[in-house]
């Protein structure tokens, strides 16, 4: 074993598998760093540092180069794959991956706070969730890779508190831990999404200032739950009030820069009246979101309606939409009060449920617009511009 991995398995030791402790666990990562060595290098039996750093990735399920810091690769096309899923949002898009690849970047000050505390603000429906979302999939590989906490439920703090980290030991329930904790330390690299956390009471957020911090809670039993390794990720709608005076007719229209500004800083302050000085304070970037236009509402519909094409291309069947259709699938999915949050739903019932109905009656579907309606035929392909 080379005297350079025993250093990176020292080195790593506090950033990763933070449930496990020195000596232990940097011998663990040498003896099966030795083990594999053996098996797939017999020529070589030396442990080197990227052995130590392989182990480490395959035991925390998190890709090579977030461990070794190195993610100018990786994050130089942060910005367009995020904008990818998230239309219309360029700003809050930007605003995120500059702070990630700060936090995640070889200049990180403190190691054991969490990778990035975000506030998103803005109206519902207009692509917050979605962000988080991407980030978890572009993060972690996989949007699965979330723990979402509805704070609207946790408006008690005291029974909230206790549903989150678990009950003290010795009462009844304690065994089962908290929805919080308990799931943070099954997957510790993860997006941690508070969802409406302005409903939550005052006196529960006061255990997530500690946690932005410092990098950990103590849950009920007294132990520790690490979120060092997480994205935490908290939305509101906050001040969202504010944009419905600039709303066009069906809630659409192009934003004017001086308008946005205005408002975002009227948004502002909302959330400066609702969160505490310290709780500001522990956040790393306030994100607010804009109201989306027609045309960004189309083009989330494409996204929709992209993703049904290949899956059934998957199971060699065609879908083609045609511009009407795509106009009317806009127009009846979009809601001022609700933003793009039904567009997908009113795509299901309207395209993906017809379809679904028929779908032993054609390998070809035409979704095509009719008296101010959506149908669904088989027949011949249309071309979608």
């Known amino acids: 074993i080379s005297d350079e991995a025993i250093n990176t398995a020292l080195e790593m030791s506090p950033k990763y598998i933070r449930n ?6 940097a011998i663990g990562w040498l003896d099966t760093a030795s083990v594999k060595v053996e098996i797939n290098e017999p020529e070589s039996l030396i442990v080197r540092p990227e052995h130590i750093i392989d182990v480490i990735s395959q035991e925390s399920r998190i890709p090579k180069d977030m461990i070794y810091r190195d993610t100018s690769d990786r994050f130089s096309a942060m910005e367009a794959d995020l904008g990818h899923r998230v239309i219309g949002q360029k700003e809050a898009v930007t605003a995120v991956a500059e702070r990630l690849r700060l936090n995640k970047g070889p200049l990180k000050e403190n190691h054991y706070a969490p990778d990035g ?3 998103f603000l803005g109206p519902t429906g207009v692509g917050k969730t979605e962000l988080a979302k991407a980030v978890a999939e572009f993060m972690f590989g996989d949007e699965s890779k979330m723990i979402r906490i509805d704070m609207s439920e946790y408006g008690d703090g005291t029974v909230g508190i206790e549903k989150l980290i678990g009950m003290p030991r010795g009462i009844v329930g304690s065994e089962r831990g908290g929805i919080l904790t308990e799931q943070l330390r099954d997957n510790p690299y993860t997006v941690l999404l508070l969802d409406e956390v302005e409903k939550a009471s005052p ?3 006061n255990i997530f200032l500690q946690a932005f911090d410092e990098g950990w809670i103590t849950d009920g039993r007294g132990k520790k739950v690490y979120l060092s390794d997480a994205i935490v990720i908290m939305t509101s709608n906050l001040g969202s009030e504010n944009f419905k005076r600039y709303e066009k007719p069906l809630g659409f229209g192009q934003k004017t820069l001086g308008e946005i500004r205005q408002i975002k800083g009227e948004v502002m302050k909302s959330a400066e009246t609702r969160f505490t000085p310290e709780f500001r304070n522990r956040i790393d970037e306030i994100v607010i979101f804009s109201p989306l236009t027609m045309d960004e509402v189309r083009e989330i519909a494409k996204l929709y309606i992209n993703k049904l094409q ?4 998957r199971q060699g069947k065609i879908v083609e939409v045609t511009d009407a259709a795509l106009d009317v699938l ?12 039904f567009l997908k739903r009113h795509i299901d019932q309207k395209v993906k449920l017809p379809i679904t109905n028929d779908w032993k009656a054609s390998a070809k579907f035409i979704v095509d617009a009719q008296d101010g309606d959506v149908v669904v035929k088989t027949g011949e392909v249309m071309s979608l511009n």
Do not use: I, N, Q, W
């Open 203 to 205: 006196y529960l957020m």
């Open 20 to 25: 496990l402790h020195l000596p232990d666990k």
């Open 117 to 119: 505390v975000l506030l």
């Open 310 to 313: 290949r899956t059934m291309e």
């Open 330 to 341: 806009t127009e009846k999915g979009f809601s001022p009060a609700y933003g793009a949050r």
